[in-house]
């Protein structure tokens, strides 16, 4: 299970947060610096799966952007990191470049697709279509 997404910038300034389990507002920030500075001080060479505490850190670099899930120890490790990339491949398809500036300002829609792409911490849907179809939705109404 998904406890948690962060979307982080390399200077370690977190573009979106999401989290599946209550964590309480000053425990967020700790671990969140935490675990962008366990990230981002690996090189390229190391893995990017990561133990931490009572769960598993997995996470992908995109250009400048940071992409990290915080899952349980029964998580598969390779799918979350697959799920990743989907992610970022429906955000460019939607988008059509991924870079934090887009991220900050639609936020929303960022909100939107991880929504459709995971539920109470589980991926209920990888198919793009399906995911972005409520969004396609809104954009026609919105032009109306």
Known sequence: MIKF?????????????????????????????EVIKSCLSRSN?????????????????????FIVVGVNDTE??????????????????YFSRVVSLIIMFNLDKVHIILDEMVLNGCIVETNRARILAPLLILDKMSES
Not at 6 to 32: A, C, I, P, W
Not at 52 to 63: G, H, P, S, V
Not at 76 to 93: P, T
Request: aromatic fraction near 16%; proline fraction near 0%.
């Open 5 to 33: 997404f962060l979307m982080v910038n390399k200077q370690g300034q977190t573009r979106l947060s999401k989290y599946y389990e209550h964590v309480d507002v000053n425990k967020r920030t700790l671990l969140e610096t």
């Open 45 to 65: 060479e190391q893995c990017s799966f990561i133990e931490y505490k009572d769960f598993k850190l997995i996470y992908r670099q995109y250009a400048a952007l």
């Open 76 to 93: 598969n490790e390779m799918a979350i990191y697959e799920f990743i990339h989907n992610f970022v491949e429906v955000l460019d398809e």
